[in-house]
Nanobody, 124 residues
Framework: QVQLVESGGGLVQAGGSLRLSCAASGRTFSRDVMGWFRQAPGEERVFVSARDWSDGSTYYADSVKGRFTISRDNAKNTVYLQMNSLKPEDTAVYYC?????????????????WGQGTQVTVSS
């Protein structure tokens, strides 16, 4: 059974940093796609970042480019999202997701595996 467990969320002031973690079990995802999405209250879940570890392709939403970085620790089967220069508009529940390589990297519907989410709140 595949499980994704996020951690690292919290309350931070604007301009601060957080690092989210996503620990995977039941599948290594070493040559798969791992992504991060976020959902603010009353809004749809939207793409934040993803990396296709089969070829190294990395994707970021325009709103987070230059501020967020996706990475992984293979030994721990854990994916990270380093978030710097946080803004109040980054406030949301952040979800980790996994899938096999293929089209539609930024589409939440293409990801069959999801974590439970972790809350990130950025105060102004």
């Amino acid at each position: 059974q595949v499980q994704l467990v996020e951690s690292g969320g919290g309350l931070v002031q604007a301009g601060g940093s957080l690092r989210l973690s996503c620990a995977a079990s039941g599948r290594t995802f070493s040559r798969d796609v791992m992504g991060w999405f976020r959902q603010a209250p009353g809004e749809e879940r939207v793409f934040v970042s993803a990396r296709d570890w089969s070829d190294g392709s990395t994707y970021y939403a325009d709103s987070v480019k230059g501020r967020f970085t996706i990475s992984r620790d293979n030994a721990k089967n854990t994916v990270y999202l380093q978030m710097n220069s946080l803004k109040p508009e980054d406030t949301a529940v952040y979800y980790c997701a996994g899938r096999s390589p293929g089209a539609g990297i930024t589409s939440a519907r293409r990801y069959p595996f999801w974590g439970q989410g972790t809350q990130v709140t950025v105060s102004s």
